[in-house]
C-alpha cells in the first residue's frame, strides 16, 4: 500500500552509520512512498560485478572499507536525479557521505530547479552495528541485505540472486568504514544543520516495523 507523503517532501537524504539500516528501511519507505531508492553502494557493487570502468575504479577502495572518491559521486548523483524514475522524487540511500559531496549534491540539486527535502539520521550504538554486519548477506542482484540467511542460498525474491557476505563486511573492513563513518560522514551532519536544514533523527534499533513507522512519522513531521 502507498502512503501519500506530505506534498512538498520529494528528495530525502538518508544518513547514519553502516549497518544502521539505510537499505532496509531506504526499501520500505521508498515503496510505501511510491519512488525509488537510489543507493550508491548498489550502483558500484553492480558495476563491479559487471566489471565496468566505474566498477574497476571503485573496488579497491570499497573492498577496504574506504570512501570512493568525491569526483566520482557527483557524476553518479546527477545521472540518478536526472533519471525519469526519479521524477517525482528519490530517497537517497549512503549518497552523500562527505562534506564536499554534501556541499556538490546541494549546488547540482539547485541547478536541477530541486531541493533536499529532509534528511534522515539512523542512529544505533557500534556494538549493534558489528553485529547486524557480522550476520548479513546480500543479493548479488537485487542488493537486498538479509538477516539470519546463510551466504550460497537462493535470494527469497527469487530474482535470480544468490546471498553473498560482501567482502566489506568483514571484520578488518568494518573497522575501517566506522572510523571513515566517524571522520568524513558525521561532518555532514553538522554541515546540514549550519544550512538550514533540520536533521530528523530515527531510533534505528528495534523491530523493522516499528523504525520504519518512527521514519514515517519524523518525515510527516508527527514525531
Ligand atoms: P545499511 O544500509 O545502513 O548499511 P542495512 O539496511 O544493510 O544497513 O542493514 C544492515 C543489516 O542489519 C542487514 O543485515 C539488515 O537485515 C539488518 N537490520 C536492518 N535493520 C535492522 C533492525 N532494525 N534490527 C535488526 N537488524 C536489522
Ligand atoms: P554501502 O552499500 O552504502 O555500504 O556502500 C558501500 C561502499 O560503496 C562504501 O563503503 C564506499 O566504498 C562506496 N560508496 C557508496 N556511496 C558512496 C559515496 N557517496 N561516497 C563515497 N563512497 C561511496
Request: glycine share 10%; charged share 30%.
Amino acid at each position: 500500500m502507498q502512503t501519500r507523503l506530505v506534498s512538498r517532501i520529494v528528495i530525502v537524504v538518508l544518513l547514519g552509520p553502516p549497518g544502521a539500516g539505510k537499505g532496509t528501511q531506504g526499501e520500505r519507505l521508498a515503496q510505501r512512498f511510491g519512488i525509488p531508492k537510489i543507493a550508491t553502494g548498489d550502483v558500484f557493487r553492480t558495476a563491479v560485478k559487471e566489471g565496468t570502468p566505474l566498477g574497476l575504479q571503485a573496488k579497491q577502495y570499497m573492498e577496504r572499507g574506504e570512501l570512493v572518491p568525491d569526483s566520482v559521486i557527483l557524476g553518479i548523483m546527477r545521472e540518478a536525479l536526472t533519471s525519469e524514475d526519479a521524477a517525482k522524487g528519490a530517497i537517497l540511500d549512503g549518497v552523500v557521505r562527505t562534506v564536499p559531496q554534501a556541499e556538490g549534491f546541494s549546488t547540482m540539486v539547485a541547478d536541477l530547479c530541486r531541493k533536499v527535502d529532509a534528511v534522515l539520521l539512523f542512529e544505533a550504538d557500534e556494538e549493534e552495528l558489528v553485529r547486524r554486519l557480522s550476520e548479513r548477506t546480500t543479493c548479488d542482484v537485487c542488493q537486498t541485505p538479509y538477516t539470519g540467511r546463510d551466504p550460497g542460498t537462493p535470494c527469497p525474491k527469487h530474482d535470480g540472486g544468490t546471498l553473498v557476505r560482501r567482502k566489506d563486511d568483514e571484520p578488518d573492513a568494518i573497522r575501517t568504514r566506522l572510523k571513515v563513518y566517524r571522520e568524513q560522514t558525521e561532518p555532514v551532519v553538522s554541515w546540514y544543520e549550519q544550512h538550514g536544514m533540520p536533521i530528523r533523527r530515527v531510533d534505528a534499533i528495534g523491530p523493522l516495523d516499528d523504525v520504519t513507522q518512527r521514519a514515517i512519522s519524523v518525515l510527516n513531521g508527527t514525531h
